[in-house]
């Protein structure tokens, strides 16, 4: 892998995160590791998205593949604005007012 130095990952202490398979890989190739409480979706944007997209899901019920497939198309359109509204809304999460 290119520039594996050069990332950061975000451990968030699932298990398949701490093996020592892991833990050895991530220091031999030098990676960064950022700790990460673990249980902490609300940190998460990605999580946020995932949220969005079940509720996408559910609302349309999709029955069959192809409808499946429609409806991923749309979440695809919408889901970089969805992520940048979640990253939007961390700081208010952390401001004590």
């Given at each position: 892998?290119?520039?594996?130095?050069?990332?950061?990952?975000q451990?968030?202490?699932?298990p398949?995160?701490t093996?020592?398979?892991?833990?050895?890989?991530?220091?031999d190739?030098?990676?960064?590791?950022?700790?990460?409480?673990?249980?902490?979706?609300?940190?998460?944007?990605?999580?946020?998205?995932?949220?969005?997209?079940?509720?996408?899901?559910?609302?349309?019920?999709?029955?069959?593949?192809?409808?499946?497939?429609?409806?991923?198309?749309?979440?695809?359109?919408?889901?970089?604005?969805?992520?940048?509204?979640?990253?939007?809304?961390?700081?208010?999460m952390?401001?004590?007012?």
């Amino acid at each position: 892998m290119n520039n594996v130095g050069e990332w950061v990952f975000q451990m968030d202490n699932d298990p398949k995160h701490t093996s020592k398979v892991v833990a050895k890989w991530l220091k031999d190739n030098k990676v960064k590791v950022l700790e990460w409480p673990s249980q902490s979706s609300d940190l998460n944007p990605i999580e946020n998205l995932w949220t969005e997209l079940k509720k996408h899901v559910r609302a349309r019920r999709p029955t069959n593949l192809t409808q499946l497939q429609q409806l991923s198309g749309g979440m695809g359109q919408n889901s970089h604005n969805l992520l940048w509204e979640a990253c939007g809304r961390l700081p208010k999460m952390f401001d004590p007012s």
